[in-house]
Each structure stands twice: as structure tokens, then as C-alpha cells.
């Protein structure tokens, strides 16, 4: 099982500045790359400070000239707010950037905020149409002329330029949950990437058990690769309540998700107080107990056991999400001891 890092921008208040926070994160890839992480992947979120990627692409560009060995992961692009033709030229572009590191992520995308303000109105829940015909679009624009005639997309004959380094295509990679989009993934010969959020690692087996029925469904296809991401704390063993700083500030990114999830009220200038925990006293998996026990939070030995089992379920890679809320340091600090402590024990 190989390694990756899920990383953004954050910014919980107006205190810390932009630049100092496109530092930050350069400095955990680099970090990440010399430990020897296969990947590092960028999402793409719009007007919210928390999560700060209104493009993956200028980012992974700027890496891409900070590293020689790391992939450069979109993870991922939200279809309906993308046209193909625009998919396939800025894609393959940073794939002539990074020569060849690129990896493509795709998803219709989630949060209603976004598609209010990009995709006229339309319901997040309808994304997937776009991305049923996003995927061979690109695909087919990467290989050379093709015109498009679908249901949301019609354009004349026209191709990908540049093309990417990777031939055929650069790995392509779909957010899943539900067992049609991991048949859909499996079906057009893309990876998938899921995340059991705030539940335990029995939704990681249920996840892998979609995976696998979409695998069996399609023998013809090579099967494709499968990435679980889980928010990652490791703290020092001599620290017995280290787990908790890390479960409380994941808690308040989750209550945070929830405020901008159900899109109730209008932020101000990208930030939006976090639901208020009086709204989850009935809901125990947002209590940080809880967060201790689904996220993985712990010692290196107790990550290390956690891990095993993702191993044996016969995960492919394993992502490291790093977007905690927690200062700069402390993630670093977490980081370099997964580096040290818990990845030689996969090697």
C-alpha cells in the first residue's frame, strides 16, 4: 500500500494571509516528497476560506517546479463547473509541466454553495450527468480530433492541445459512494477514490465491497486501483491525550463542512461560523471520542495497526488528509512522524 497527501489551504480567520498559507503548503509537499509519498492531491472548492483550491491546476503547476518525483494529483475537478475541451487542454498541460506526474480526479461535485454561484442553480445531486459525460469527452479529446455531440456538451470537431506526456491517457480517478458511480469508474477504466468521512472503518469495508462488485461486473476491464482518504493525526506517545487537540479541530472542521453542506446562510467574504455542537447532540460521530476512534488519530503504533488493516482489505493507497484546522507545525510535526514512525513499516 503506497502513501499520499491530501492537503488545501485553510484559513480560519482573517489573521493569517494568503501567501503565507500557499507557503505552508508548499513546504508539507516538499516534506511529503522526500519522505517518500507516491502523491499529492488538490481539490477544487470556490469561495470558502476553509478550504482554499478555487483551481487545482495553478497549484500542482507551481509544485510541479518544487519537485522532480511526486505525482501531482487533481483530486478532484467538479465536472458541471468545467467544459471538456477545457479539462483536457489544462490537464495535459500540466502533464507537459510536471513531465508525465499528472493524475486526473473527476466528481459532480457537492456542495449546493458552489453550484448556486457556478452552475446556475443547478441541484449538486444532478452532477452526475455531467460527469458520466465528462469522462470519455476528455479521454477521447486527449487521443486526437473528436466532436461532441450530448446532452449538455456539443462542439465541433476539435482535440487536446497540448496532449499529455502519459500516452494513452494520464490515470484518471473517480470520487465514488453509491455502487453506480463505482460501477461507472470501473466500467470506463478509472481508479476510485472514496472517503468514509465521519465513520468507522466498517464503512471502509463497505466501500471496498462496491469496489469489488464494480471490479467483478466487468471482467473484460483491468482493474483499476482503489484510495481511501481519512483525516490523519500522529502524535508522540508520550503525549496520552495528544489524540485530542487533533479530534477537537477535526470536529470543528466537520461542524464547519455542515454549516457550508446545508447552505442556510450567506458567509461573509468566504467564512462561515461552524454549526453550533448543540445541533449534534444526538449525532455521537461528531464528538471528538468519536473522531479519535473513525479518523485516524494516534500513536505511530496505533496508525500502524490502523493501517494494516486498510492493507489487507486490499486498498491500493492510502491518503493522508491533512486539513485539520490545527496550526502549521503541528500538522508538520504529524506529518514528519508518519514519515518517520509509521510508513517504514509499510515499506
Given at each position: 500500500m503506497r502513501f499520499?497527501?491530501?492537503?488545501?489551504?485553510?484559513?480560519?480567520?482573517?489573521?493569517?494571509?494568503h501567501r503565507q498559507l500557499f507557503e505552508e503548503l508548499s513546504e508539507l509537499v516538499v516534506l511529503a516528497e522526500a519522505g517518500g509519498f507516491r502523491t499529492v492531491w488538490i481539490g477544487e472548492h470556490h469561495g470558502m476560506e476553509f478550504t482554499i483550491s478555487p483551481s487545482p491546476m495553478p497549484l500542482l503547476a507551481h509544485l510541479a517546479a518544487k519537485t522532480s518525483t511526486i505525482r501531482l494529483g487533481a483530486g478532484t475537478v467538479i465536472a458541471p463547473f468545467w467544459h471538456p475541451i477545457r479539462v483536457a487542454g489544462e490537464c495535459a498541460l500540466l502533464d507537459v509541466i510536471s513531465n508525465g506526474r499528472a493524475e486526473v480526479g473527476l466528481a459532480r461535485g457537492a456542495h449546493q454553495f458552489e453550484f448556486d454561484?457556478?452552475?446556475?442553480?443547478?441541484?449538486a445531486a444532478d452532477g452526475g450527468k455531467h460527469l458520466r459525460e465528462l469522462v470519455p469527452a476528455v479521454r477521447a479529446l486527449w487521443q486526437g480530433d473528436y466532436a461532441h455531440d450530448g446532452e449538455i456538451w456539443q462542439f465541433p470537431t476539435s482535440t487536446s492541445v497540448p496532449k499529455p506526456v502519459q500516452r494513452p491517457t494520464p490515470p484518471m480517478w473517480i470520487a465514488a459512494r453509491d455502487p453506480a458511480s463505482h460501477d461507472f469508474a470501473v466500467a470506463q477504466g478509472c481508479n476510485v477514490m472514496v472517503t468514509p468521512l465521519m465513520k468507522g472503518d466498517e464503512e471502509v469495508a463497505a466501500l471496498k465491497a462496491k469496489f469489488d462488485t464494480a471490479v467483478a461486473n466487468h471482467p473484460d476491464v483491468p482493474r483499476p486501483e482503489l484510495m481511501?482518504?481519512?483525516?490523519t493525526h500522529v502524535h508522540s506517545p508520550d503525549e496520552p491525550e495528544g489524540w485530542r487537540p487533533a479530534a477537537e479541530a477535526i470536529n470543528r472542521y466537520y461542524r464547519t463542512f455542515d454549516a457550508w453542506f446545508g447552505n442556510k446562510t450567506t458567509p461573509r467574504n468566504g467564512f462561515l461560523p461552524p454549526s453550533p455542537e448543540s445541533k449534534f447532540e444526538e449525532r455521537p460521530e461528531f464528538r471528538p471520542e468519536s473522531l479519535h476512534r473513525t479518523a485516524v488519530i494516534g500513536t505511530p503504533d496505533e496508525v500502524i495497526e490502523r493501517l494494516r488493516g486498510y492493507e489487507e482489505l486490499g486498498v491500493d493507497e492510502y491518503s493522508f488528509w491533512i486539513d485539520n484546522g490545527l496550526p502549521h507545525r503541528e500538522k508538520r510535526a504529524s506529518l514528519e512522524r508518519f514519515i518517520k514512525e509509521v510508513m517504514p513499516a509499510f515499506e
Amino acid at each position: 500500500m503506497r502513501f499520499s497527501l491530501f492537503v488545501h489551504m485553510e484559513r480560519w480567520d482573517e489573521e493569517v494571509g494568503h501567501r503565507q498559507l500557499f507557503e505552508e503548503l508548499s513546504e508539507l509537499v516538499v516534506l511529503a516528497e522526500a519522505g517518500g509519498f507516491r502523491t499529492v492531491w488538490i481539490g477544487e472548492h470556490h469561495g470558502m476560506e476553509f478550504t482554499i483550491s478555487p483551481s487545482p491546476m495553478p497549484l500542482l503547476a507551481h509544485l510541479a517546479a518544487k519537485t522532480s518525483t511526486i505525482r501531482l494529483g487533481a483530486g478532484t475537478v467538479i465536472a458541471p463547473f468545467w467544459h471538456p475541451i477545457r479539462v483536457a487542454g489544462e490537464c495535459a498541460l500540466l502533464d507537459v509541466i510536471s513531465n508525465g506526474r499528472a493524475e486526473v480526479g473527476l466528481a459532480r461535485g457537492a456542495h449546493q454553495f458552489e453550484f448556486d454561484r457556478l452552475a446556475g442553480g443547478l441541484p449538486a445531486a444532478d452532477g452526475g450527468k455531467h460527469l458520466r459525460e465528462l469522462v470519455p469527452a476528455v479521454r477521447a479529446l486527449w487521443q486526437g480530433d473528436y466532436a461532441h455531440d450530448g446532452e449538455i456538451w456539443q462542439f465541433p470537431t476539435s482535440t487536446s492541445v497540448p496532449k499529455p506526456v502519459q500516452r494513452p491517457t494520464p490515470p484518471m480517478w473517480i470520487a465514488a459512494r453509491d455502487p453506480a458511480s463505482h460501477d461507472f469508474a470501473v466500467a470506463q477504466g478509472c481508479n476510485v477514490m472514496v472517503t468514509p468521512l465521519m465513520k468507522g472503518d466498517e464503512e471502509v469495508a463497505a466501500l471496498k465491497a462496491k469496489f469489488d462488485t464494480a471490479v467483478a461486473n466487468h471482467p473484460d476491464v483491468p482493474r483499476p486501483e482503489l484510495m481511501v482518504l481519512r483525516h490523519t493525526h500522529v502524535h508522540s506517545p508520550d503525549e496520552p491525550e495528544g489524540w485530542r487537540p487533533a479530534a477537537e479541530a477535526i470536529n470543528r472542521y466537520y461542524r464547519t463542512f455542515d454549516a457550508w453542506f446545508g447552505n442556510k446562510t450567506t458567509p461573509r467574504n468566504g467564512f462561515l461560523p461552524p454549526s453550533p455542537e448543540s445541533k449534534f447532540e444526538e449525532r455521537p460521530e461528531f464528538r471528538p471520542e468519536s473522531l479519535h476512534r473513525t479518523a485516524v488519530i494516534g500513536t505511530p503504533d496505533e496508525v500502524i495497526e490502523r493501517l494494516r488493516g486498510y492493507e489487507e482489505l486490499g486498498v491500493d493507497e492510502y491518503s493522508f488528509w491533512i486539513d485539520n484546522g490545527l496550526p502549521h507545525r503541528e500538522k508538520r510535526a504529524s506529518l514528519e512522524r508518519f514519515i518517520k514512525e509509521v510508513m517504514p513499516a509499510f515499506e
